[in-house]
């Protein structure tokens, strides 16, 4: 550990910070008729002389970077994820994070939603990551753990502090906790994929139950899912906090990035890739249910702004970005480009609805650009929908692993 390590050293320390010193034992030397290659010869003074001295020692003083690791299913990828990354970061230099298996997903948890390759891509894609380890097991192994240390160079393992148990009801972190190489950072309250599960499930049930109601009516009961309570300090923490230079090409790309998947992640690079500065609007949560109907959005405004806003190829959001690109808007963020996906639930107009595109259009800035991927938020939905009778029972299983946690954890407390 870095403290160990400069305590250690605290001579070192000295000797650097003193080298006047030792000038001065030198010239006091030289005149006594010594040189210091005789010093060198006794082993008093290194052979390279004084002058290599100083960087010899700045070397001794610089800290090993530090490397963190943190593994996770990444399910249905959400600001909470995001959020626990960025924690994980914070306690280390360098971040490598392990994307689980499917296999061991089924065998630990129930199918998940999203393949490897679209999990990987939005694991890769956020700010905080800087390697990703492909199918990594559900539980830290002793084998694994030393694979860590040994190959991957891992100082510390870090998990949230809501427990991860395996089927037996064993602790997964436990090895990691033994060895003394285990840190824990605070669950993000208010989502989680099994949260996002049950907002989709619980929403296809009430609109077909409630098809005569009124949107106003059925908007409200999707609202009611989510237990999100947003701060701006979040919203700083996931910022960049950085504007675009005086010259910068700024890319303008909007849309809803509801249940933000791959096919975000990869059109956004593909934007990004276009100009100096990206920056993306995100529509309200009227104007998203207004285009695509109820129980759309899954995800209220403020909970799309922070997945966005982890992206790494993104610079910056407009918080409920209007629906058409006006002229006005184009000048007062200095947009150069103006770009969309031709995958797109958005891309059909409604009757006597204007072209929202029609402004940057005439003016000979708007570029269609070929979708890398062809999910969407409604393929997302329909896959849970399909299957919801495994995800049921996967939500049920683990709900019943928590409470056997914590009854046990009460028990041991008591005792």
Not at 43 to 71: A, C, H, Q, T, W
Not at 263 to 275: D, S, W, Y
Not at 304 to 311: E, F, I, K, M
Request: proline residues 4%; hydrophobic residues 40%; glycine residues 8%.
């Amino acid at each position: 550990m870095p403290m160990e390590y400069e305590s250690n050293n605290w001579v070192w320390d000295w000797l650097y910070s003193s080298t006047h010193l030792f000038g001065g034992l030198m010239v006091t030397a030289a005149l006594l008729g010594f040189s210091t290659s005789y010093f060198g010869g006794i082993g008093v003074f290194p052979s390279y002389g004084l002058s290599n001295f100083g960087i010899f020692l700045k070397k001794k003083r610089e800290r090993k970077r530090i490397r963190v690791y943190m593994d996770g299913c990444f399910d249905l990828m959400h600001y909470g994820h995001a959020n626990a990354l960025r924690q994980a970061k914070a306690l280390g230099d360098e971040l490598v994070v392990g994307v689980v298996s499917d296999e061991e997903i089924v065998a630990n948890k129930g199918p998940p939603v999203l393949s490897m390759e679209e999990r990987l891509a939005l694991v890769s894609g956020l700010k905080w990551v800087d390697q990703v380890i492909a199918n990594a097991p559900y539980a830290i192994t002793e084998k694994f753990m030393n694979t860590l240390f040994n190959e991957y160079k891992i100082d510390y393992i870090i998990h949230g502090d809501d427990p991860c148990l395996l089927p037996d009801g064993t602790d997964a972190y436990a090895l990691a906790k033994k060895a003394g190489r285990y840190k824990q950072i605070k669950r993000t309250e208010g989502v989680s994929s099994t949260d996002i599960v049950g907002r989709i499930l619980s929403s296809m049930k009430n609109n077909k139950s409630s098809k005569g109601d009124s949107g106003k009516s059925q908007q409200l009961q999707r609202g009611q899912l989510s237990q999100f309570l947003p701060t701006s300090r979040r919203i700083v923490q996931f910022s960049n906090g950085k504007g675009p230079g005086p010259n910068a090409r700024i890319v303008y790309i909007d849309g809803a990035f509801d249940l933000f998947h791959a096919g975000h992640v990869e059109i956004l690079k593909k934007a990004r890739q276009l100009g100096d500065f990206l920056l993306v609007g995100i529509h309200a949560d009227h104007i998203v249910s207004e285009q695509r109907g109820i129980p759309y959005p899954v995800m209220h405004l403020l909970e799309r702004t922070l997945s966005v806003l982890a992206c790494r190829y993104v610079d910056e959001v407009i918080i409920g970005a209007p629906w058409g690109v006006s002229k006005d808007m184009t000048t007062t963020f200095n947009i150069s480009l103006v770009v969309h996906g031709t995958i797109s639930e958005s891309n059909t107009l409604l009757p006597n609805e204007t072209d929202p595109f029609a402004v940057p259009k005439d003016i000979g800035i708007f570029r269609m650009l070929e979708s890398p991927k062809i999910i969407t938020t409604s393929s997302v939905a329909q896959r849970i929908v399909a299957n919801h009778v495994p995800y049921m029972k996967r939500n049920a299983k683990k709900t019943q692993s928590e409470k056997k946690y914590y009854e046990e954890k009460a028990y041991v407390a008591g005792d």
